[in-house]
């Protein structure tokens, strides 16, 4: 492995050196320096990829549907997932391409919804989906249309670098869009990170702009362009952050042994699944709304396999607090950690979250010290966490207005009477106001003048989208990933079973006379967790084609992961596995206590001895 550990003392911090050591929690082994033998195959590509070029670019130019195994992998980099429909069996794969965007901060112009609306039409399967991690989507893309659609969104002040790919993805924020000190502060530096660990190679505008630069610069780039982010990224303390690699100084010719994801809230606010980051960021003001710096949390991630315990889900530690004229720095120094001591030998342990797992946050801590030069401040008490979807009508803060739209599943599509993809467009074309994308799947409308509000209701009521106050709670707290039948890995439904399952959980719980109880249940299709669903209450990770492990436990304000309760359970067998479970927590909760709190209480053995005494009775 490459992942770092001890360290001895020099000028009065740490600094990294070569040692073994094999942390008390894990049974992952794991060494400092990177051993001397062959790279892995996907870190040879990278090496081989001529800052993210070949063979992309020669692949591209071919007559091909599809492009190579290879091709693919740097594509991912562009922003880009090769797909075929799995359910056509027995005929030749039918290549088409999913694009993700790049959306610091969740925020979408009137003009790109304007452009995405378009293209999905002309050039897409005809819908957009909404994401988790507040972005935009577009499927159904043919080989040959790519660069039309990537440079049509570059051109318009967007872009779709490092939407994927072993670098820094999408940075995360409360979306909740109030004009108030604290959250301006965390709209700025979701920014500011997005410029910070943004990829530099030139091939992006090789491939897809022909070398010439955009028509327009990035929104976000335009925004922070105060902050002086070029010079903070380029700044040398000579301590090992910045590698000598004009191309890429931060990321160097091998990138990060894996995604990273960083998110950035304000304290109590926990709308994003703050934990779930490789790094978190929390604004800290004074009294009188100056940003003073973060509390900082690292280590989180999600993705599994399945029958592998060396892989599992885990919440971020707490790192601590950095004043804000040194977070760029802190920020550039945990990447690096990361970059040089991060696992490239096993890819399924290559998240940040299995190096602070093997080291323990204190020596994590002190690795990322040494890079940094200085020690990491305590962490800063603050609010506690709560969970808000900010769904429905709220007031900004400075006399305009937000609208919480719930989207299922994040499917943004007309369908028969339900006409959401055409409703958005109208909004846009009538009042000219951005959106942000919530880590829910759903979109915000900010900005909406208080003599708005009724025709904006008018225009989703015309078009057969529901107002916030009748949608079932359990739906409004759901999310599911897409699954079958494009998702390689899936290995059964999630957004198309999600709608049942509701329906009958729903009904299981009026049945044992809970019907008062708001359950976060989450969906996947497979243990990567893209639904985030190790963090619910109730969630469903395919396991099989026709079945699901089912996890309890998690908090409904997000904090802790939830735990593995039964694997392989048959899709039919929903209702006789929930209603012990129910009847358990009807039974023995605590007065105000919520499904996820209980089990997590009570814990697996209690439960399951309760659903066996159930069984036998029955």
């Not at 900004?396 to 739209?405: E, N």
């Not at 209450?537 to 492990?549: C, H, N």
């Amino acid at each position: 492995f490459l992942a770092a550990a001890l360290a001895v003392q020099t000028n009065g911090f740490l600094a990294p050196r070569s040692f073994q050591t094999r942390s008390a929690q894990s049974n992952l082994h794991m060494v400092l320096e990177a051993p001397q033998k062959k790279l892995a195959k996907i870190e040879q590509l990278k090496v081989e990829s001529d800052y993210l070029r070949i063979p992309l670019d020669e692949q591209l130019k071919t007559e091909a549907i599809g492009i190579s195994k290879d091709a693919y992998q740097i594509l991912k980099y562009h922003g880009s997932y090769q797909q075929s429909d799995r359910e056509k069996k027995g005929l030749p794969k039918d290549f088409q391409f999913m694009l993700r965007l790049k959306q610091p901060a969740g925020e979408c112009t009137p003009d790109l919804y304007r452009l995405l609306d378009d293209l999905s039409a002309n050039l897409g399967q005809g819908d957009l989906r909404a994401t988790t991690r507040q972005c935009f989507q577009i499927h159904g893309i043919m080989k040959g249309d790519l660069k039309t659609v990537i440079s049509s969104i570059m051109n318009i002040g967007s872009s779709t670098v490092a939407a994927c790919g072993d670098v820094s993805r999408n940075v995360m924020i409360t979306p909740a869009p109030f004009n108030t000190p604290e959250y301006n502060h965390a709209r700025e530096w979701a920014k500011v990170v997005a410029e910070l660990f943004r990829p530099m190679t030139q091939a992006f505008s090789e491939i897809w702009l022909d070398g010439e630069k955009a028509a327009t610069v990035e929104t976000w780039k335009k925004e922070v362009a105060h902050m002086s982010v070029d010079e903070a990224m380029m700044y040398d303390s000579g301590r090992g952050v910045i590698l000598k690699d004009a191309n890429e100084p931060l990321y160097g010719d091998r990138y990060l042994p894996r995604k990273f994801k960083v998110g950035v809230t304000v304290p109590g606010d926990n709308s994003l699944d703050i934990y779930t980051n490789d790094i978190g960021l929390v604004v800290i003001t004074d009294d009188n709304g100056e940003l003073e710096g973060f509390n900082v949390m690292v280590g989180g991630g999600l993705g599994r396999t399945h029958n592998k315990e060396n892989t599992f889900a885990r919440v971020a530690d707490h790192l601590g607090f950095v004043a804000k004229e040194d977070t760029m720095e802190l920020l550039k120094c945990i990447l690096a950690s990361q970059r040089d001591h991060g696992n490239r030998d096993v890819r399924a342990n290559a998240r940040m979250k299995y190096l602070v797992h093997t080291l323990g946050i204190d020596n994590f801590r002190s690795l990322v010290e040494s890079y940094f030069g200085k020690k990491v401040q305590p962490w800063r008490e603050m609010a506690e966490w709560k969970y808000s979807d900010w769904m429905g009508w709220w007031e900004q803060g400075d006399g305009k207005l937000f609208y919480g739209l719930h989207v299922e599943s994040g499917r943004v599509k007309d369908e028969g009477d339900f006409r959401l993809k055409t409703a958005l467009r109208v909004i846009v074309d009538k009042f000219n106001i951005p959106f942000i994308m919530s880590p829910t799947q759903s979109i915000i409308i900010r900005d909406i003048k208080p003599e708005d509000k009724d025709s904006i209701d008018a225009i989703l009521q015309a078009h057969g989208i529901k107002s916030i106050e009748e949608v079932d709670p359990l739906n409004r707290l759901a999310m599911a990933c897409p699954a079958l039948p494009l998702c390689g890995l899936a290995l059964s439904e999630a957004e198309r079973r999600m709608p049942e399952y509701l329906e009958r959980i729903r009904a299981v719980i009026d049945k044992m006379g809970l019907g008062e109880e708001e359950i976060m249940v989450r969906m996947t299709g497979c243990p990567n967790g893209c639904a985030r669903p190790y963090m619910a209450e109730l969630a469903f990770v395919g396991d099989g084609p026709k079945s699901y492990q089912v996890w309890l436990g998690g908090s409904p304000v997000l904090t802790r992961t939830a735990y593995p309760f039964m694997s392989k359970m048959k899709i039919d067998d929903l209702e006789t596995t929930l209603e012990p479970i129910l009847a358990m927590f009807k039974e023995q909760r605590q007065e105000f206590e919520a499904f996820g709190d209980f089990c997590h209480r009570v814990g697996a053995d209690a439960i399951e001895g309760y659903v066996s005494k159930a069984t036998i009775a029955a």
